[in-house]
């Protein structure tokens, strides 16, 4: 099931690099992207951790890898992390919802669209938070050189 699982991840991010017109030689390393992206999500729940949990920390590694791709193939970063976040896009929780709301389950629709929102701002939020701890980690790696030259 893992191995189906991130097989359709690696085409779904393949897919999505094709259609956003990312340059040749990077769609392999977008669908990398999604792959490792998927398995952090899929191997978090053995361990114990929550839907929202797996999400945040399987963005913040594709944005993580995302730019670490970036500088090494001298490309863009969205060309990895839009490609790498597509396999944890919560499609069908959101689809659920409104189907809940077409046939007048407002309370089940209220709290499918609430997960929804809720696994979308986790991917938001692991994606700033990647980006944010290689600029830090950038930053300081550049006052310490800054330190060794004063």
Request: charged share 10%.
């Amino acid at each position: 099931m893992l191995l189906q699982g991130l097989a359709l991840s690696f085409a779904s991010s393949v897919a999505w690099c094709v259609l956003f017109n990312v340059p040749v030689r990077t769609i392999v390393a977008g669908g990398f992207a999604g792959v490792i992206g998927f398995l952090v999500y899929s191997i978090l729940p053995i361990y114990g951790a929550e839907v929202l949990l797996s999400t945040f920390v399987s963005a913040a590694a594709v944005s993580l890898l995302s730019q670490l791709l970036s500088i090494i193939l001298r490309v863009p970063s969205t060309n990895f992390s839009v490609a790498g976040i597509i396999p944890l896009v919560p499609g069908s929780l959101a689809y659920k919802a409104m189907l809940a709301f077409v046939n007048n389950d407002y309370v089940g629709g209220i709290t499918l669209a609430t997960k929804t929102l809720m696994v979308a701002g986790a991917i938001a939020s692991g994606l700033i938070f990647g980006i944010s701890v290689l600029t830090i980690w950038k930053g300081a790696r550049y006052a310490g050189k800054r330190a060794q030259r004063d």
